[in-house]
């Protein structure tokens, strides 16, 4: 590749190209989670993704075994159209009704958050990372979720595994040298 050719960004692909995906990702017991996705499940698979300013939440039932991970891009949008699952605002209400769908309770449920870096920002305390790990701290505070890990902020990305067999997560940072 070019040194000067643009990179491929799963961020800027229409939902209806991103789903084509999401079929393909799928394979065997991994499930690959794209910008602007949610997904919740009761089999013991492995979730991931990668985060950079985006940020990730892991909603797990250690009664259940059960849980789901989304994964947004912007704090606040739109609630409805194609892409309103890129918005935490959506995006957190969104996982956590479909881990409850699966049979999961609130009182259950434990929370992990991911992403947030600000690789280019000079005011860590107001950029976007910072906003999007805010809000889910926020969410998860109102529904009584508590909060057990937490790998956020930073100038990094990283590669998040949630493995919904035991709620564990695998993370893997990556230096802006070899991004």
Same mark, same amino acid.
């Given at each position: 590749m070019k040194e000067n050719s643009p990179k491929f960004n799963p961020a800027m692909l229409p939902t209806e190209v991103m789903k084509t995906y999401e079929v393909a990702e799928r394979? =065997?017991?991994? *499930?690959?989670?794209?910008?602007?996705?949610?997904?919740?499940?009761?089999?013991? %698979?492995?979730? @991931?993704?990668?985060?950079?300013?985006c940020a990730a939440v892991c909603l797990w039932d250690r009664r259940k075994r059960a849980g789901g991970m989304n994964h947004y891009l912007l704090p606040d949008g739109a609630t409805d159209g194609p892409n309103r699952l890129r918005y935490g605002n959506v995006a957190n209400p969104e996982l956590l009704k479909q881990v409850l769908a699966l049979g999961c309770e609130v009182k259950n449920l434990q929370a992990k958050i991911f992403g947030g870096s600000s690789a280019f920002s000079a005011?860590?305390?107001? @950029?976007?990372?910072?906003?999007? %790990?805010?809000?889910?701290?926020?969410?998860?505070?109102?529904?009584?979720?508590?909060?057990?890990?937490?790998?956020?902020?930073?100038? *990094? =990305?990283?590669?998040?595994?949630?493995?919904?067999?035991? =709620?564990?997560?695998?993370?893997?940072?990556?230096?802006?040298? @070899?991004?």
């Open positions: 394979t =065997g017991s991994r *499930h690959f989670l794209y910008p602007g996705q949610v997904f919740a499940t009761p089999d013991p %698979i492995v979730i @991931s993704t990668i985060l950079g300013s005011d860590l305390s107001n @950029s976007l990372g910072t906003r999007n %790990i805010d809000l889910a701290e926020n969410f998860l505070r109102s529904a009584g979720i508590p909060v057990v890990e937490r790998d956020v902020s930073g100038k *990094h =990305g990283r590669r998040l595994l949630f493995q919904i067999e035991d =709620g564990l997560t695998t993370i893997k940072s990556f230096d802006q040298a @070899s991004v």
